[in-house]
């Protein structure tokens, strides 16, 4: 019993001289704290919290101090949101462990969830708010478990998980009604309004926002109706009822107004201005877009003022007004080069290149096209370095944040375990397993830190190659912008000499034609006529080509694409028509290919013939993995096919290599070509399965050889056994 009354004594003793703060002490703290939360003024309210916190750790009150390290945290993450305030949180975490208060532990969670939601680190933020609810708010149901069910929406909503989303802002909803909380419901039903707007429900939406709108207006707050009615004015515009969404946006305005907020003023300014456009209301447009340009430079924003310069020079455009216009681009374009801001210049000259498309001032439109492609590929360039930069620096900030805070909860559960011992030296069970609690839940919390760590491990390796495959798409863009340059200057090159070669043809051609008047009228005469059936058997043959290669192919598609449509309710079904109009359209551009080599005499050449029939052999046999050798002579520039026989030649090639893709079955191939002094020679030989000439019917492959070889006068031998190959001789006269 005396053992008993000497523990309890010390244990009372050191509490007394651990407690060394009055009550004066305590409702000081709580006071200034109070005050902190009712400024206005950011900087006031800091130093509120701090000579808090400085009070609080002079007296020694542990929950004071732990208050104010989460006031101060707030205050930094509300006013900067990317700001690292994790020392605060640490030091407010272990205080609510020390004492056992789950609600001061529930809010450094709920602090951390906003930080990592308003930093974009979702999957962070979802744990953190969760580990909140866990900790004290589910249970403990008050107005913070209502916000942190908004929140949660919110960061549901932002990884377009739309169903979760809607369901946490029904639970904020209704915990709000139950506890008569109608601004806050108010605020859910807001962003209720937005997620079935996303979702393209139209009616829901709309519901939703005018509720909020309503109690926003009963209640007389001002930011919650400028924000709500500019949500109604996006939504109508959207649905295309215009008329509403104008209405809606000058409401919107005149809260802003009220509320003095010249940020959302200029923004509602402009989008105003965008509906009116989309209205073809340009003088109204141009009014709204100039007062957001003014307000913008009331703020001293000139990059703003820069940006909607662009815009309203287009509205002019669109007026007619090219005066108006080349003076905002001007203004625009000086202000973007005095800021240095390429993104804004970036989007003048796309500005530019489509109005000039519009009027058919090409060569403009095209170098105004270079000059946007150049910036945009060159800011993309930056961007991405810096992505790698910045993922870096956070990933070893947070490796050595993890090892500090490590050794930090080592040392703790360190000093945790003796303490455990000492309790239970003294007998005090209830103390020990109080102390055993504290070192369970820290151990958990490095298991967290250490599971965040491996996850941000990940996710920066995964950025990085992200960032390094933008980087060579970028150089890949840089590359073809080069080329698209010099491809320009060669065009225009070739059409300089092909207006001198009109120029000088034309000269000689009338000359010719006065001396063939005069001297062979009668022959001329002829002559023309010749030329002109001779040119209609051309263009029949293409029509030919085009009807029975093409034609059929298009009528496919148009199907298929029909039957898309009313299979949009069976994807599966859907994406198989899909992936068979690809299919014909690839057959298509593959025929016009062949039809528009074939009339083009630049390919008369037989060596020319010979690289297409080398490149269709190597992609076909490649495609089936069967090995093949091609012998094609090394010089042929002697040899000329014309047209007609370069076409029948080349389609029964095509037609002889298709055949061995789809039906022989072959591991081997070789196809040779031998030319002797008139004769060309065409050899296409398999190991396949072959078939028996006897008795397989003859399908329109071997029908159509026949009729080319026939066109081309030409023999054609077909050899093929079952088991044995197929062999394919054809020799024509040149």
Do not use: C
């Not at 829901?204 to 009963?218: G, P």
């Not at 019917?697 to 026949?706: D, L």
């Amino acid at each position: 019993m005396k053992y008993l009354l000497l523990v309890w004594w010390l244990a009372f003793s050191f509490a007394l001289n651990a407690q060394s703060y009055t009550n004066a002490d305590s409702i000081k703290i709580y006071r200034l704290l109070a005050a902190a939360d009712a400024s206005e003024e950011m900087s006031q309210a800091l130093q509120l919290a701090k000579q808090a916190l400085d009070l609080s750790q002079k007296t020694t009150m542990l929950r004071g101090e732990g208050w104010a390290n989460l006031k101060i945290a707030f205050l930094l993450v509300e006013h900067t949101p990317n700001t690292d305030v994790r020392q605060y949180w640490d030091i407010g975490s272990r205080i609510a462990t020390q004492l056992n208060d789950p609600f001061m532990f529930g809010m450094a969670q709920v602090q951390q969830g906003k930080y990592w939601m308003y930093n974009n680190d979702l999957v962070k933020a979802a744990q953190f708010y969760q580990k909140a609810l866990s900790t004290y708010f589910e249970k403990e149901q008050s107005q913070y478990t209502a916000v942190l069910y908004n929140d949660l929406g919110m960061v549901a909503g932002k990884q377009n998980q739309r169903d979760l989303e809607a369901g946490w802002y029904l639970k904020a909803m209704k915990l709000h009604e139950n506890l008569g909380n109608l601004h806050g419901w108010a605020n859910s039903a807001g962003n209720l309004a937005n997620t079935f707007f996303r979702l393209g429900n139209q009616t829901d939406a709309i519901k939703y926002a005018k509720e909020a709108l309503r109690v926003h207006t009963k209640n007389n707050n001002v930011s919650g109706l400028a924000t709500v009615a500019g949500n109604l004015s996006t939504m109508y515009a959207s649905y295309n009822q215009l008329d509403s969404a104008v209405l809606y946006r000058q409401k919107a305005m005149k809260y802003a107004e009220i509320n003095g907020q010249t940020k959302h003023l200029i923004q509602g300014h402009q989008n105003l201005a965008l509906l009116f456009d989309r209205q073809q209301k340009y003088a109204e447009a141009l009014k709204a877009i100039q007062r957001a340009i003014d307000l913008s430079r009331s703020t001293n924003d000139l990059v703003s003022v820069a940006a909607k310069s662009r815009i309203a020079a287009e509205i002019s455009a669109k007026m007619g007004d090219t005066l108006k216009m080349n003076q905002y681009y001007v203004e625009a374009t000086q202000l973007a080069d005095l800021l240095q801001r390429k993104e804004v210049l970036r989007d003048v000259y796309l500005s530019k290149s489509a109005f000039y498309a519009r009027t058919n001032d090409f060569k403009r439109a095209f170098d105004y096209s270079l000059n946007y492609h150049f910036l945009k590929d060159s800011l993309e360039g930056v961007l991405v370095k810096n992505n790698i930069s910045e993922l870096q620096i956070k990933y070893e900030s947070e490796r050595k944040d993890f090892e500090i805070a490590k050794l930090s909860t080592e040392k703790l559960i360190r000093q945790l375990e003796i303490d455990k011992q000492k309790a239970l030296i003294a007998g005090n069970r209830l103390e020990a397993q109080r102390k055993e609690d504290q070192i369970q839940l820290l151990i958990q919390q490095q298991k967290l830190r250490e599971a965040a760590l491996r996850q941000q491990k990940e996710l920066f390796e995964k950025q990085l190659l992200i960032t390094k495959n933008k980087e060579q798409e970028l150089q890949l863009a840089r590359q073809r912008l080069e080329l698209t340059q010099k491809d320009k200057e060669l065009q225009e090159r070739q059409l300089q000499r092909q207006r001198l070669f009109q120029l000088v043809g034309g000269g000689a051609f009338l000359f010719m034609a006065l001396l063939a008047w005069i001297l062979f009228n009668r022959y001329q005469l002829r002559k023309q006529l010749q030329e002109k059936e001779a040119l209609l058997a051309i263009r029949n043959n293409i029509s030919k080509d085009l009807h029975d290669e093409i034609g059929s192919s298009l009528t496919n598609v148009n199907i298929l694409n029909e039957l898309t449509k009313r299979t949009l309710s069976t994807p599966l079904q859907a994406q198989e028509y899909l992936q068979q109009a690809g299919e014909s359209i690839q057959q298509i551009s593959e025929s016009l290919g062949d039809i528009v080599w074939n009339i083009n005499p630049e390919y008369d050449d037989l060596q020319k013939i010979l690289i297409r029939m080398r490149r269709y052999a190597s992609d076909m046999l490649d495609g089936a993995n069967i090995f093949y050798h091609l012998e094609f002579p090394d010089e042929s520039s002697h040899f000329k096919l014309p047209m007609n026989k370069r076409r029948d030649f080349y389609l029964l090639y095509k037609e002889a290599i298709n055949n061995m893709v789809k039906y022989s079955k072959a591991t081997k191939a070789v196809v040779r070509l031998t030319l002797a002094e008139n004769e060309l020679s065409l050899l296409v030989q398999d190991n396949g399965i072959g078939f028996d000439g006897q008795t397989v019917r003859k399908g329109n492959g071997i029908n159509n050889m026949h009729y080319r070889a026939e066109l081309l006068k030409s023999n054609l031998k077909i050899q093929s056994q079952p088991q044995q190959g197929t062999t394919i001789e054809l020799v024509m006269k040149v």
